[in-house]
């Protein structure tokens, strides 16, 4: 379905050639419907994922590593200000019965998967370098 857009990607030249087409004869056609446009969407998206990630691996998993990153050194500023600063300018803070550990865990969490997948990312980002090279070489040869 969208194979003329990986061969557009890869390089191929893509023109358009004018054909006959004959009437059906018999039947109706039963390619169509609600299902047809719902698997073409999600085939469009494959695509369009593959298309864009497989040479820039970096602004998914390094995109995804800095928000979840971000989002943990957020919680983590929280949990610091609700911790140590608000009770120091006479706000009654109201400390669960647990304490403040799972949020302690949680910037833990994500801080820790963030990291991971944004040197993922550098790592991918790398290999996908080494393709493209690989690619090229060969189209020369």
């Known amino acids: 379905r969208f194979f ?13 050639i004018d054909i006959d087409l004959h009437p059906r004869r018999a039947g109706e056609a039963k390619y ?8 073409g969407l999600l085939d469009l998206v494959s695509v369009w994922f593959l298309l864009i990630f ?4 970096l602004l998914l998993f390094g995109g995804t590593g800095l928000v979840l990153a971000s989002f943990g ?5 929280v949990t610091v200000y609700l911790r140590f600063l608000h009770p120091m300018f006479g ?4 400390i669960p019965p647990m304490g403040y550990r ?4 949680l ?25 493209h090279e690989l690619e090229a070489s060969r189209r020369r040869d």
Do not use: C, N, W
């Open 73 to 77: 050194l957020f919680v983590g500023a």
């Open 54 to 57: 497989s040479r820039k691996p």
């Open 102 to 105: 799972p949020l302690l865990y």
């Open 107 to 131: 910037v833990m969490l994500l801080a820790t998967l963030g990291f991971l997948l944004f040197g993922f990312g550098l790592v991918s980002e790398q290999v996908a370098q080494v393709r």
């Open 91 to 94: 706000f009654d803070a109201y």
């Open 4 to 16: 003329v857009a990986l061969a557009h990607a890869q390089g191929a030249t893509i023109t358009e």
């Open 32 to 39: 169509g419907g609600r299902r047809r446009v719902l698997v």
